[in-house]
Protein backbone atom coordinates (compact mmCIF):
# COMPACT_ATOMS: atom_id res chain seq x y z
CA UNK A 1 0.00 0.00 0.00
CA UNK A 2 1.14 3.54 -0.86
CA UNK A 3 -0.38 5.96 1.90
CA UNK A 4 -1.00 9.25 0.30
CA UNK A 5 -3.23 10.60 2.42
CA UNK A 6 -1.49 12.47 5.09
CA UNK A 7 -4.06 15.22 5.55
CA UNK A 8 -6.68 12.74 7.06
CA UNK A 9 -3.77 11.32 9.10
CA UNK A 10 0.02 10.85 9.44
CA UNK A 11 2.08 7.62 10.78
CA UNK A 12 2.97 7.55 14.01
CA UNK A 13 6.66 8.72 14.50
CA UNK A 14 8.82 6.24 15.91
CA UNK A 15 9.85 8.04 19.18
CA UNK A 16 6.42 9.14 19.71
CA UNK A 17 5.65 5.68 20.12
CA UNK A 18 8.45 4.86 22.34
CA UNK A 19 8.03 8.13 24.24
CA UNK A 20 4.37 6.56 24.86
CA UNK A 21 5.33 2.95 26.11
CA UNK A 22 6.49 3.75 29.72
CA UNK A 23 2.63 5.05 30.26
CA UNK A 24 0.59 2.74 28.69
CA UNK A 25 0.56 0.86 32.19
CA UNK A 26 0.55 -2.38 33.27
CA UNK A 27 0.21 -4.26 36.65
CA UNK A 28 3.85 -4.85 36.63
CA UNK A 29 4.35 -1.42 36.45
CA UNK A 30 3.48 2.37 37.90
CA UNK A 31 3.09 4.02 34.37
CA UNK A 32 -0.50 3.58 35.10
CA UNK A 33 -0.91 6.30 37.26
CA UNK A 34 -3.88 9.32 38.08
CA UNK A 35 -1.69 12.33 36.85
CA UNK A 36 -4.10 14.05 39.20
CA UNK A 37 -3.03 11.89 42.52
CA UNK A 38 -1.09 13.12 44.88
CA UNK A 39 1.25 10.15 45.04
CA UNK A 40 4.51 9.60 44.07
CA UNK A 41 3.33 7.66 40.70
CA UNK A 42 0.98 10.61 40.09
CA UNK A 43 3.36 12.93 39.99
CA UNK A 44 5.63 11.00 38.21
CA UNK A 45 2.94 11.23 35.63
CA UNK A 46 1.78 14.22 36.29
CA UNK A 47 5.75 15.54 35.12
CA UNK A 48 5.35 13.60 32.42
CA UNK A 49 2.01 15.83 31.27
CA UNK A 50 4.27 19.00 32.07
CA UNK A 51 7.29 18.21 29.67
CA UNK A 52 4.70 17.45 27.34
CA UNK A 53 2.89 20.28 27.55
CA UNK A 54 6.27 22.31 26.92
CA UNK A 55 7.26 20.50 24.02
CA UNK A 56 3.77 21.40 22.90
CA UNK A 57 4.22 24.73 23.79
CA UNK A 58 7.31 25.15 21.69
CA UNK A 59 5.59 24.72 18.57
CA UNK A 60 3.19 28.01 19.14
CA UNK A 61 3.88 31.28 19.96
CA UNK A 62 5.64 32.49 23.19
CA UNK A 63 3.42 34.56 25.25
CA UNK A 64 0.68 31.64 25.50
CA UNK A 65 -0.74 28.56 27.85
CA UNK A 66 -1.35 25.02 26.43
CA UNK A 67 -4.65 22.98 27.11
CA UNK A 68 -4.58 19.79 26.42
CA UNK A 69 -7.86 18.82 24.85
CA UNK A 70 -9.61 15.09 23.02
CA UNK A 71 -8.11 16.93 19.79
CA UNK A 72 -8.67 19.95 17.55
CA UNK A 73 -12.62 19.35 17.02
CA UNK A 74 -13.12 20.43 20.35
CA UNK A 75 -10.06 22.53 20.71
CA UNK A 76 -11.93 25.05 18.22
CA UNK A 77 -15.25 24.19 20.52
CA UNK A 78 -13.66 25.02 23.48
CA UNK A 79 -12.58 28.55 21.86
CA UNK A 80 -15.61 29.46 19.93
CA UNK A 81 -18.00 28.40 22.74
CA UNK A 82 -15.65 29.60 25.83
CA UNK A 83 -14.83 32.75 24.25
CA UNK A 84 -18.42 34.33 24.76
CA UNK A 85 -18.59 35.46 21.45
CA UNK A 86 -22.20 35.78 20.14
CA UNK A 87 -21.06 37.37 16.37
CA UNK A 88 -18.83 35.68 14.34
CA UNK A 89 -17.30 35.54 11.04
CA UNK A 90 -15.44 32.69 9.53
CA UNK A 91 -13.59 32.24 6.29
CA UNK A 92 -15.76 30.22 3.37
CA UNK A 93 -13.09 27.28 3.56
CA UNK A 94 -12.86 26.23 7.04
CA UNK A 95 -13.15 22.76 8.53
CA UNK A 96 -16.36 21.35 9.47
CA UNK A 97 -15.25 21.71 13.01
CA UNK A 98 -15.57 25.68 12.97
CA UNK A 99 -18.80 25.70 10.23
CA UNK A 100 -20.61 23.85 12.31
CA UNK A 101 -19.69 24.93 15.61
CA UNK A 102 -20.09 28.69 14.74
CA UNK A 103 -23.27 27.96 12.63
CA UNK A 104 -24.84 26.35 15.67
CA UNK A 105 -24.31 29.69 17.73
CA UNK A 106 -25.04 32.35 14.97
CA UNK A 107 -27.48 32.29 13.17
CA UNK A 108 -26.30 34.95 11.34
CA UNK A 109 -23.10 33.64 10.75
CA UNK A 110 -20.63 35.95 8.43
CA UNK A 111 -19.02 34.42 5.63
CA UNK A 112 -15.74 35.34 5.03
CA UNK A 113 -15.28 34.80 0.74
CA UNK A 114 -11.52 33.58 -0.84
CA UNK A 115 -10.72 34.48 -4.40
CA UNK A 116 -9.63 31.48 -6.91
CA UNK A 117 -6.56 30.71 -5.58
CA UNK A 118 -8.60 30.10 -1.54
CA UNK A 119 -7.66 33.57 0.19
CA UNK A 120 -9.17 35.21 2.25
CA UNK A 121 -8.25 39.05 1.13
CA UNK A 122 -6.62 40.48 4.36
CA UNK A 123 -8.59 44.17 3.87
CA UNK A 124 -11.87 41.42 4.30
CA UNK A 125 -15.26 43.17 5.32
CA UNK A 126 -15.92 42.55 9.16
CA UNK A 127 -19.49 42.96 10.62
CA UNK A 128 -19.61 45.92 13.28
CA UNK A 129 -20.61 43.89 15.86
CA UNK A 130 -18.10 40.47 15.36
CA UNK A 131 -16.50 39.18 18.56
CA UNK A 132 -14.35 36.79 16.69
CA UNK A 133 -12.94 35.70 13.35
CA UNK A 134 -11.85 32.13 12.66
CA UNK A 135 -9.60 31.30 9.71
CA UNK A 136 -7.60 28.21 9.45
CA UNK A 137 -3.36 28.41 8.52
CA UNK A 138 -3.47 25.82 5.96
CA UNK A 139 -6.07 24.45 4.41
CA UNK A 140 -6.41 20.31 4.97
CA UNK A 141 -8.39 20.34 1.07
CA UNK A 142 -5.87 22.60 -1.15
CA UNK A 143 -3.21 23.21 1.04
CA UNK A 144 -3.37 27.21 0.90
CA UNK A 145 -1.69 29.30 3.47
CA UNK A 146 -3.94 32.15 4.82
CA UNK A 147 -1.76 35.34 5.48
CA UNK A 148 -3.41 35.07 9.08
CA UNK A 149 -0.47 37.45 10.60
CA UNK A 150 -2.21 39.98 8.59
CA UNK A 151 -5.69 38.89 9.09
CA UNK A 152 -5.31 38.76 12.68
CA UNK A 153 -4.25 42.35 12.91
CA UNK A 154 -7.52 43.51 10.31
CA UNK A 155 -9.48 41.26 13.39
CA UNK A 156 -7.94 43.12 16.33
CA UNK A 157 -8.44 46.47 14.30
CA UNK A 158 -11.97 45.77 14.44
CA UNK A 159 -12.12 44.87 17.86
CA UNK A 160 -12.69 40.52 17.47
CA UNK A 161 -10.96 37.91 18.80
CA UNK A 162 -8.69 35.74 15.85
CA UNK A 163 -9.04 32.04 16.51
CA UNK A 164 -6.42 29.71 13.83
CA UNK A 165 -7.49 26.22 13.23
CA UNK A 166 -3.31 25.43 12.40
CA UNK A 167 -4.10 21.67 12.57
CA UNK A 168 -2.30 21.27 8.88
CA UNK A 169 0.27 23.77 9.54
CA UNK A 170 1.64 22.79 13.44
CA UNK A 171 5.21 21.34 13.44
CA UNK A 172 5.18 22.35 9.84
CA UNK A 173 5.60 26.19 9.16
CA UNK A 174 6.03 28.83 11.29
CA UNK A 175 2.80 29.47 13.76
CA UNK A 176 0.66 32.24 13.59
CA UNK A 177 2.02 34.82 16.23
CA UNK A 178 -0.97 37.53 16.59
CA UNK A 179 -3.67 35.16 17.08
CA UNK A 180 -5.77 34.79 20.30
CA UNK A 181 -6.39 31.15 19.76
CA UNK A 182 -4.48 28.31 18.41
CA UNK A 183 -5.89 24.55 18.00
CA UNK A 184 -3.99 21.93 17.44
CA UNK A 185 -3.89 17.89 16.95
CA UNK A 186 -1.04 15.36 17.49
CA UNK A 187 -2.10 12.87 14.94
CA UNK A 188 -1.48 15.71 12.01
CA UNK A 189 2.02 15.79 13.69
CA UNK A 190 3.02 12.01 13.49
CA UNK A 191 1.39 11.61 16.89
CA UNK A 192 -1.08 10.01 18.01
CA UNK A 193 -5.14 10.23 17.73
CA UNK A 194 -7.46 11.36 20.63
CA UNK A 195 -5.32 14.44 21.85
CA UNK A 196 -4.84 17.72 20.28
CA UNK A 197 -4.46 21.23 21.92
CA UNK A 198 -5.57 24.73 22.20
CA UNK A 199 -3.58 27.88 22.65
CA UNK A 200 -5.01 30.41 24.65
CA UNK A 201 -3.17 34.09 24.51
CA UNK A 202 -1.95 35.01 28.32
CA UNK A 203 -4.66 37.33 29.68
CA UNK A 204 -7.40 35.96 27.79
CA UNK A 205 -10.60 33.95 29.86
CA UNK A 206 -12.44 30.79 28.70
CA UNK A 207 -15.11 29.33 30.02
CA UNK A 208 -15.12 26.08 30.14
CA UNK A 209 -16.47 23.41 27.88
CA UNK A 210 -16.52 20.11 30.16
CA UNK A 211 -17.16 20.75 33.30
CA UNK A 212 -16.75 18.19 36.06
CA UNK A 213 -13.40 18.22 38.47
CA UNK A 214 -11.41 21.12 37.38
CA UNK A 215 -8.63 19.71 35.41
CA UNK A 216 -6.54 21.85 32.89
CA UNK A 217 -6.68 24.90 34.82
CA UNK A 218 -10.11 24.78 35.00
CA UNK A 219 -10.84 24.51 31.14
CA UNK A 220 -11.18 20.91 30.42
CA UNK A 221 -12.20 18.50 33.52
CA UNK A 222 -11.19 15.08 32.92
CA UNK A 223 -8.64 12.36 33.67
CA UNK A 224 -5.88 13.28 31.24
CA UNK A 225 -3.75 10.27 29.80
CA UNK A 226 0.28 10.51 30.01
CA UNK A 227 0.21 8.41 27.13
CA UNK A 228 -0.95 10.60 24.92
CA UNK A 229 0.42 13.63 26.03
CA UNK A 230 3.86 12.10 26.27
CA UNK A 231 3.32 10.46 22.62
CA UNK A 232 1.78 14.51 21.39
CA UNK A 233 4.98 16.24 22.81
CA UNK A 234 7.68 13.93 21.78
CA UNK A 235 5.87 14.06 18.37
CA UNK A 236 6.01 18.25 18.92
CA UNK A 237 9.56 17.88 19.49
CA UNK A 238 10.68 16.40 16.71
CA UNK A 239 8.32 18.31 14.68
CA UNK A 240 10.31 21.44 15.49
CA UNK A 241 13.69 20.03 15.35
CA UNK A 242 13.14 18.69 11.84
CA UNK A 243 10.76 21.41 10.18
CA UNK A 244 13.32 22.52 7.66
CA UNK A 245 14.20 18.90 6.58
CA UNK A 246 10.57 17.94 6.40
CA UNK A 247 9.62 20.81 4.33
CA UNK A 248 12.24 20.45 1.83
CA UNK A 249 11.61 16.80 1.58
CA UNK A 250 7.90 17.44 0.61
CA UNK A 251 8.86 20.05 -1.73
CA UNK A 252 11.03 17.59 -3.67
CA UNK A 253 7.85 15.05 -3.26
CA UNK A 254 5.80 17.50 -4.90
CA UNK A 255 8.02 18.77 -7.92
CA UNK A 256 7.90 15.26 -8.63
CA UNK A 257 3.90 14.66 -8.54
CA UNK A 258 3.39 17.82 -10.65
CA UNK A 259 6.34 16.78 -13.38
CA UNK A 260 4.04 13.32 -13.72
CA UNK A 261 0.50 14.87 -13.70
CA UNK A 262 1.75 17.63 -15.62
CA UNK A 263 -1.60 17.97 -17.60
CA UNK A 264 -3.80 17.90 -14.55
CA UNK A 265 -5.02 21.57 -13.10
CA UNK A 266 -4.26 22.54 -9.49
CA UNK A 267 -6.85 23.76 -7.07
CA UNK A 268 -5.19 26.29 -4.64
CA UNK A 269 -2.58 28.47 -4.74
CA UNK A 270 0.80 27.48 -6.39
CA UNK A 271 2.88 29.55 -4.52
CA UNK A 272 1.11 30.35 -0.90
CA UNK A 273 0.86 26.57 -0.38
CA UNK A 274 1.73 24.06 1.91
CA UNK A 275 3.89 21.41 -0.60
CA UNK A 276 2.66 18.34 1.10
CA UNK A 277 -0.66 18.83 -0.09
CA UNK A 278 -1.80 18.36 -3.91
CA UNK A 279 -5.27 18.70 -4.73
CA UNK A 280 -5.61 18.52 -8.72
CA UNK A 281 -8.84 18.21 -11.19
CA UNK A 282 -9.31 16.93 -14.43
CA UNK A 283 -12.02 17.67 -16.60
CA UNK A 284 -14.86 14.88 -17.10
CA UNK A 285 -12.68 12.20 -14.49
CA UNK A 286 -14.40 9.78 -12.69
CA UNK A 287 -12.67 9.64 -9.41
CA UNK A 288 -15.13 7.10 -7.75
CA UNK A 289 -13.72 4.76 -10.97
CA UNK A 290 -10.10 5.65 -10.33
CA UNK A 291 -9.96 4.94 -6.80
CA UNK A 292 -11.77 1.58 -7.09
CA UNK A 293 -8.75 0.89 -9.77
CA UNK A 294 -6.14 1.82 -7.80
CA UNK A 295 -7.21 0.34 -4.71
CA UNK A 296 -3.73 -0.20 -3.26
CA UNK A 297 -2.40 4.07 -3.09
CA UNK A 298 -4.56 5.92 -0.60
CA UNK A 299 -5.73 8.90 -1.39
CA UNK A 300 -8.56 11.25 -1.21
CA UNK A 301 -11.31 12.57 -3.21
CA UNK A 302 -11.09 15.48 -1.09
CA UNK A 303 -11.62 15.77 2.93
CA UNK A 304 -11.37 12.62 4.74
CA UNK A 305 -14.03 14.58 6.95
CA UNK A 306 -16.58 14.99 4.42
CA UNK A 307 -15.92 11.49 2.35
CA UNK A 308 -19.09 9.40 1.78
CA UNK A 309 -21.42 12.48 1.76
CA UNK A 310 -21.32 12.37 -2.02
CA UNK A 311 -21.52 16.27 -2.00
CA UNK A 312 -19.49 18.72 -3.62
CA UNK A 313 -16.51 19.98 -1.50
CA UNK A 314 -17.50 23.29 0.05
CA UNK A 315 -13.88 24.04 -0.51
CA UNK A 316 -13.73 24.02 -4.10
CA UNK A 317 -16.70 25.23 -4.34
CA UNK A 318 -15.46 28.18 -2.27
CA UNK A 319 -12.81 28.62 -4.91
CA UNK A 320 -15.59 29.35 -7.95
CA UNK A 321 -15.14 25.99 -9.13
CA UNK A 322 -18.88 23.87 -10.58
CA UNK A 323 -19.99 20.66 -8.93
CA UNK A 324 -18.53 19.02 -11.88
CA UNK A 325 -14.93 20.38 -11.44
CA UNK A 326 -14.95 19.60 -7.87
CA UNK A 327 -16.02 15.89 -8.58
CA UNK A 328 -13.45 15.25 -10.88
CA UNK A 329 -10.73 16.62 -8.00
CA UNK A 330 -8.51 14.07 -6.10
CA UNK A 331 -5.85 15.15 -2.95
CA UNK A 332 -2.63 13.65 -2.91
CA UNK A 333 -1.23 14.24 0.19
CA UNK A 334 2.67 13.53 1.60
CA UNK A 335 5.26 13.98 4.23
CA UNK A 336 7.90 12.86 6.17
CA UNK A 337 7.78 9.02 5.72
CA UNK A 338 6.59 9.15 2.31
CA UNK A 339 9.43 7.76 -0.44
CA UNK A 340 10.17 9.83 -3.66
CA UNK A 341 9.90 6.13 -5.54
CA UNK A 342 6.73 5.57 -3.76
CA UNK A 343 5.13 9.06 -5.14
CA UNK A 344 6.74 8.43 -8.42
CA UNK A 345 4.50 5.37 -9.00
CA UNK A 346 1.58 5.92 -7.75
CA UNK A 347 1.59 9.35 -9.58
CA UNK A 348 2.26 7.33 -13.11
CA UNK A 349 -0.20 4.80 -12.16
CA UNK A 350 -2.93 7.74 -11.89
CA UNK A 351 -2.02 9.16 -14.73
CA UNK A 352 -2.27 6.13 -16.32
CA UNK A 353 -5.65 4.90 -14.98
CA UNK A 354 -7.49 8.37 -15.76
CA UNK A 355 -5.83 7.89 -19.65
CA UNK A 356 -7.27 4.99 -19.90
CA UNK A 357 -10.77 6.44 -18.73
CA UNK A 358 -10.25 8.82 -22.53
CA UNK A 359 -9.82 11.79 -20.44
Known amino acids: ????????????????????????????TTG????????RPGRAAAAAVEVARAQVAALLPPGGRVIFTSGATEAINLAILGSGARKLAVSAIEHAAVLDTAQALDSGLAVLPVDTEGLVHVDVALPNDTGLVAVMQVNNEIG???????????????????????VQGAGKITPPADADLIAISAHKLY???????????DGLDLAPLIRGGGQEQGLRSGTLSPMLCAGFGAAAALAKARMDE?????????????????RWTLNGSATRRWHGNLNLRLPGLDVARLMSELRDVAFSAGSACASGSGRPSHVLRALGLSDRDAKSSIRLGFGRYSELREVEDACARIEAAAAAQGV
Open 1 to 28: MIYLDYQATTPLAPEAREAMLPWLGGPE
Open 32 to 39: FANPHSPH
Open 144 to 166: TVQPVERLAARTHAAGALFLCDA
Open 191 to 201: GPKGIGALWVR
Open 246 to 262: DAAHVALLWECARTILS
